[in-house]
């Protein structure tokens, strides 16, 4: 159904499940390395695993207490409570994702409770996202299936099980119901996961990369017929894994529900997987009963108490939040309101933070990260912070500015970074691209375009300095671009006023 | 399935979760096992008989808390030592048969 038709009939109601790999050294219950940590490769299978991440018998499993200190800062950077006592709980479920045919995770004593996000949207109207709860549990291994259609479950004869990322931290933050966000509900969604995005980079806790896995999102969504005040039936779409794909997401869902229900059907409470190519969500399984996860506490480890000191001291530790943070950025950057409000809407702050940090000005930094980046990210279907690091960009323009490279050069190089050809010194190395600085090589192209242009060359010299632009061109073209047209406009003028 | 007395041990219950392992049973195995299960749950829920409200829940027979490690990483396994259990493998990957039904 037509998305502004569906919303005259129905209101949306959204809720979010965002999970966060956090980014300590080890994992959450044994001393194997984290694949998600900062700087960390995910390693060959099998290879960043101990007894523990098997379930081996007679593995105990020991808290990290840098994870539990990363949770308690994401809980109180969320706003929540922290719990006094809180402990770990056995979610039983069948699925060899998990060696031990249990997720070791929290149920009804999390660490972190009831706090709020401030979200800002487009139009600059602000939304409170409420949050429930923000608990700690560990992460599943990585299943590939074999035979069958590709890469989809139903019909694989065999799956592969690398346990790498069994264990891994992961904090999971759930929402609150949020009512009230109307046709915004898809740029709600995708404003709520950058806010969130935005948190654990500022607290340093997670790498925070969408495209790796890092941050992973599920969208609750329902619809309830307008002024029945009757909650509709929900669904849960899966791994949502860009900024881009929630708020298409959660377009689509409402579309989808909206036109089942105006035909007078139901909607089926139920897991949806969220398709990126095609922009659609599909049914897997109804939620009813293989939801029955029989949680008990986990025997294997005592409660956590963390002490009011710790608490005071981590909450004494927090960064700026970000919604000041954007305030304090708007100043110090200059930028007009509209210029401002594109890097807010593209979530670019912290990458032009970066980049600024790394030594451009922020109006380079934001010219790169909304325009050719931007450009290149859209093209790919990915987050512009996924092609290129800030450093890369701010290496890239320190090449401009030390007269290696022109604009189109530039291009080039950020498009050999992109596609992962190694920072812009390498691409400029292996492709060839620097500027020509020589100026021998120049004169003798400039010395052969006056020759070829006599009419030009007359000009110039009766003082229609424009007329060089010809020649100017010629040859740019003759250098294949790689000249600093500046220099060469300049070296035009000294030759045909030499000879 | 939603439980309405958690404790009860009946036959659907246990068809139910060994759906869930994948084990297979017979009539008389589920027959078998509900009676055993059904014991070993109530002689459980004796604990309920002295528990009051006032008796905090505990999930640990030692008062402590805060037991950690610090987050510095040790030794791993190594691919073979991860697979020398494993009854099928294709050199480093566990090998399952297929999967019915969904990712968590």
Known sequence: MDYDKALELFEPTLGFEVHVELNTQTKMFSDAPNPAASGAEHGEPNTMITPVDLGLPGSLPVVNEEAIKYSISLGLALGCQIAPSSRFARKNYFYPDLAKNYQISQFDEPIAFEGSVDIELESGRTITIPIERAHMEEDAGKLTHVGGATGRIQGAEYSLVDYNRAGVPLVEIVTHMITGAEADAPEVGKAYVSAIRDIVRSLGISEARMERGNLRCDANISLSPRGSGKLGTRTETKNVNSMRSVERAVRYEIQRQAAILQKGGTITQETRHWHEDTGVTSAGRPKSDADDYRYFPEPDLLPVEPSLELIEELRAALPEPPAERRKRLKAAWGFTDLEFRDVNNAGLFSEIEATVEAGTTPAQARKWWTGEIARLANLQGADASSLISPADVAALVALMNDGVLNDSLARQVLEGVVAGEGSPADVVESRGLKLVSDDGPLIAAIDEALAAQPDVLAKIRDGKVQAAGAVIGAVMKAMKGQADAARVRELVLERASAE | ?104
């Open chain 2, 1 to 104: 399935m939603t439980d309405t007395n958690p404790g009860a041990i009946t036959s659907e219950v246990v068809s139910h979760l060994a759906s869930l392992a994948r084990i297979a049973l017979t009539t008389d195995e589920i027959e078998k096992l509900t009676g055993e299960l059904g014991a070993i749950v109530n002689s459980v829920a004796k604990v309920s008989e002295v528990a009051t409200d006032d008796v905090p829940a505990t999930s640990h027979p030692i008062p402590l808390s805060n037991v950690f490690r610090a987050d510095v990483p040790g030794v791993t396994l190594t691919t073979e030592q991860a697979l020398a259990g494993a009854p099928e493998h294709d050199g480093s990957r566990f090998a399952v048969s297929a999967i019915l039904g969904e990712e968590q």
